[in-house]
């Protein structure tokens, strides 16, 4: 399984950015997929996650700006980020079972 993350940049606080995480796994459609962050000097924490039912979850910082989704037909799972915030900065990962996307930078300047 590989999975590549893209999307990631600098945006102002307030702004938005959308990130895409591209999947080879053949069982896609099955799986449920998560995003994760990591901030400098901090442990990697869940974001959001969506099952094989697209019943999505998140954490309790991001709720109502963030929305997860999926696109089973073009193995790709995405986030969107809106409103972000100075806290928002980190690397964010897709994680689908075991397996890691690389990480991609979300950095947000107040």
């Known amino acids: 399984v590989q999975l590549q993350a893209s999307g990631g940049g600098s945006v102002q606080a307030g702004g938005s950015l959308k990130l895409s995480c591209a999947a080879s796994?053949?069982?896609?459609?099955?799986?449920?997929l998560d995003w994760y962050r990591q901030a400098p000097g901090q442990q990697r924490e869940l974001v959001a996650s969506?099952?094989?039912?697209?019943?999505?979850n998140y954490a309790d910082s991001v709720k109502g700006r963030f929305t997860i989704s999926r696109d089973n037909a073009k193995k790709m799972l995405y986030l969107q980020m809106n409103n972000l915030k100075a806290e928002d900065t980190a690397v964010y990962y897709c994680?689908?079972?075991?397996?890691w996307g690389q990480g991609t930078q979300v950095t947000v300047s107040s």
């Open positions: 994680k689908l079972a075991t397996w």
């Open positions: 796994a053949a069982l896609f459609s099955l799986s449920g």
């Open positions: 969506i099952s094989s039912t697209r019943i999505t």
